[in-house]
């Protein structure tokens, strides 16, 4: 992978302080580098939407990248202005319009007229775009599944409830895009 950080680098300054320190381990040390749970959890989260997008492309949405699945749930069923889906994808609204301009242009959204303010457009998704949505529904569940048959179904529930667990409920949000520094 392109994007993937060389191990053998990433906190070298750390690794040499504990290798220095002769393996003074307290019964509270890891037994890995505090480094590598994020590397790991990072690597989980981009082989499942890797996956995810493989398929979708195979399904008939080779253009959709993960920032237009981000836009697409700002948008949700209903419909969002673009200034909505910005403050849920924690960008500027210049950043969600040019997301939003792309999904229009690839055939996914759609702007109209919101019948509550003539001032105002309204985003909404076409059944091309909802279509993208259910399926990428149903590949999840099947990418989930695989994980179940691989680790066993009590262990991907473990990890579930033990992620619950440690991830406040205010991480649950729509603004990964903007988090990596795209939307």
């Not at 019964?27 to 790991?40: H, I, K, M, N």
């Not at 994808?89 to 242009?105: E, N, P, S």
């Not at 579930?160 to 520094?181: N, T």
């Amino acid at each position: 992978m392109d994007n993937m950080v060389d191990e053998e680098k990433v906190n070298q300054v750390v690794e040499k302080e504990k290798r220095e320190r002769k393996g003074a381990r307290s019964p509270e040390s890891p037994d890995t580098p505090g480094y590598e749970l994020p590397l790991l959890l990072f690597a989980g989260f981009r082989t499942l939407i890797d996956r995810l997008h493989t398929e979708l492309a195979r399904q008939g949405h080779p253009d959709v990248r993960p920032a237009h699945g981000f836009a697409m749930q700002a948008i949700g069923a209903a419909g969002a202005s673009a200034s909505d889906v910005g403050r849920r994808l924690g960008v500027t609204k210049q950043a969600a319009g040019k997301t939003v301009d792309r999904l229009v242009a690839l055939g996914y959204a759609e702007r109209a007229d919101d019948p509550a303010d003539a001032r105002r457009k309204l985003v909404r998704l076409t059944p091309h775009g909802l279509d993208a949505l259910t399926r990428s529904a149903a590949v999840f569940d099947n990418l989930r599944a695989e994980w179940a048959r691989e680790l066993g179904p009590d262990r991907v529930r473990a990890l579930e409830s033990d992620l619950r667990a440690v991830v406040p409920p205010e991480s649950f949000r729509l603004d990964a895009a903007g988090w990596l520094g795209g939307a």
